[in-house]
């Protein structure tokens, strides 16, 4: 069954996410208690919604806007998170001229 507001698309972790794009987390493979900790202090939770903002030189590190925060996670940290791209609203164009 397909998720609100999201496209009918396979999972893909967050290291594979587009800059300024919408996502929502579906899932997140946390190996222990303190990461887990963490992910839930910053709001990285399942179904949150979040933009990638920017990536660093060697997609090391990335940047998400999540809950009105910036966070930064590490590229490891990236990959245990598994994400839906948003649908954008369809925009109105004007008839106007």
Known sequence: MQTPNTKNTALITLDKCKKNHRY?????????????????SMGITKGADFTL???SLKNLTYSIQINCSQ????????KLINVVEKLCPNTIKSSHK
């Open 24 to 40: 929502t987390i579906a899932s997140i493979a946390i190996p222990n208690e303190s990461l887990r900790e963490r992910f839930i």
């Open 53 to 55: 903002l920017y990536t």
């Open 71 to 78: 966070i930064a996670l590490r590229k490891n940290e990236a």
